[in-house]
């Protein structure tokens, strides 16, 4: 099993920045990718990013790209997503999932483990 707590989120004026952490413990070793998702009310979870731990391979949504930076501590099992020039569109509760094999990032089925999510709100 592996848990995982996001940490970061909060209440941001448009064109700010935040950091959110996702910190994973458990069954760490043989994770292959860490993904965030966000959902905002009345929509479907949608993908932001994600990274592989075996080379730091990086993806992103096209409505984050240049904006949000995804980055990973191995020595700590912690995943961040550096969020910049933020938009009140990036409202949500944004998600932390990982899992020992993804075959597509951006697919939220493939992941078996989530953590409990922290509310980004960005006002105008």
């Known amino acids: 099993q592996v848990q995982l707590v996001e940490s970061g989120g909060g209440l941001v004026q448009a064109g700010g920045s935040l950091r959110l952490s996702c910190a994973a413990s458990?069954?760490?070793?043989?994770?292959?990718?860490t993904g965030w998702f966000r959902q905002a009310p009345g929509k479907e979870r949608e993908f932001v990013a994600a990274?592989?731990?075996?080379?730091?391979?990086?993806y992103y949504a096209d409505s984050v790209k240049g904006r949000f930076t995804i980055s990973r501590d191995s020595a700590k099992n912690t995943v961040y997503l550096e969020m910049n020039n933020l938009k009140p569109e990036d409202t949500a509760v944004y998600y932390c999932?990982?899992?020992?094999?993804?075959?597509?990032?951006?697919?939220?089925?493939?992941?078996?483990?989530w953590g409990q999510g922290t509310q980004v709100t960005v006002s105008s």
């Open positions: 999932a990982a899992d020992p094999f993804v075959l597509d990032v951006a697919t939220k089925n493939y992941y078996d483990y």
């Open positions: 458990g069954r760490t070793f043989n994770l292959d990718v």
């Open positions: 990274i592989r731990w075996n080379g730091g391979r990086t």
